[in-house]
Nanobody, 118 residues
Framework: QVQLVESGGGLVQPGGSLRLSCAASGFASDHYGIGWFHQAPGQERMSISCIGDVDAHTYYTDSVRDRFTISRDRAKNTVFLQMNSLRPDDTGVYYC???????????WGQGTLVTVSS
């Protein structure tokens, strides 16, 4: 069964860090682009980062560049999102998805909730 499962969310204070995981099953995640998306409360889901398939090129939106790092562990078939210097506006549900960076994504995880609050 083709599936993505996110984990690692939780409550963190402003300035803190979290590492999100996106575990793939039923397919080799390094054969696809894997993107991370953020949906803040009451807002639309937005792309924030992506790692490409062949060249593993990484992409970031301006709001997270220099604070978040996307990486891939091929042996674990998992993509990570290291989030540092977290801010209250980073609060929301984080999803990972399979597809093409900047293009269409066809498989989505269920999401993991991140709350940044003191």
């Amino acid at each position: 069964q083709v599936q993505l499962v996110e984990s690692g969310g939780g409550l963190v204070q402003p300035g803190g860090s979290l590492r999100l995981s996106c575990a793939a099953s039923g397919f080799a995640s390094d054969h696809y682009g894997i993107g991370w998306f953020h949906q803040a409360p009451g807002q639309e889901r937005m792309s924030i980062s992506c790692i490409g398939d062949v060249d593993a090129h990484t992409y970031y939106t301006d709001s997270v560049r220099d604070r978040f790092t996307i990486s891939r562990d091929r042996a674990k078939n998992t993509v990570f999102l290291q989030m540092n210097s977290l801010r209250p506006d980073d609060t929301g549900v984080y999803y990972c998805a399979r597809g093409e960076c900047g293009g269409y994504f066809d498989v989505w995880g269920q999401g993991t909730l991140v709350t940044v609050s003191s």
